[in-house]
């Protein structure tokens, strides 16, 4: 008996769609549960045929339509950005402030010692904030007008008993 027309095309068409569904019915069933992990991409897969596939003399034209869903989560960390500079233009007339983070370096100048019973102003360009005597770059007590450099390479700078120390250059 001879074959019949498009019989050929119809051994090759017919299981890839059945391929397709049973593809698709696996990927149905395997989503079931909700294991409180992120959801997935998982594609849909509809084959759809017309009138002229049902019928056993045509030829067979199957539409296969794929369509996906995609979810994706994305999480962004932020970087840590360079320390911000500071924008100080004055330094208070006491404390301690760390070149780099609480002043900037350069030239300051104070109208000098705070009014009080004895009137003092004591400053100094600091190595590091420890305390230690060998800490003290330089350092002085005024009672009138004072002008200091702070270096970008200090470490601190405090001042004691001063008016407020503004920067000149």
Request: aromatic share 4%.
């Amino acid at each position: 008996m001879p074959p019949r027309p498009g019989w050929a095309r119809k051994r090759i068409v017919i299981p890839a769609a059945a391929a397709l569904l049973l593809v698709g019915a696996g990927i149905g069933a395997s989503g079931g549960e909700d294991s409180g992990k992120e959801a997935s991409a998982r594609p849909t897969v509809t084959v759809t045929a017309g009138a002229a596939e049902l019928k056993a003399d045509a030829e067979p034209a199957p539409e296969v339509t794929v369509t996906e869903t995609v979810t994706e989560t994305k999480t962004v960390t932020a970087k840590p950005s360079k320390k911000p500079e500071p924008k100080v233009a004055t330094i208070p007339g006491e404390g301690t402030f760390v070149v780099g983070d609480d002043i900037k370096a350069g030239t300051y100048k104070t109208a000098g010692a705070e009014d009080s019973v004895i009137p003092n102003c004591y400053w100094a360009r600091l190595k590091g904030t420890s305390g230690d005597f060998e800490d003290i770059i330089t350092n002085g007590n005024v009672e009138g007008p004072t002008t200091i450099t702070i270096a970008g390479s200090d470490g601190a700078f405090q001042s004691t008993g001063c008016k407020t120390w503004k920067k000149v250059g």
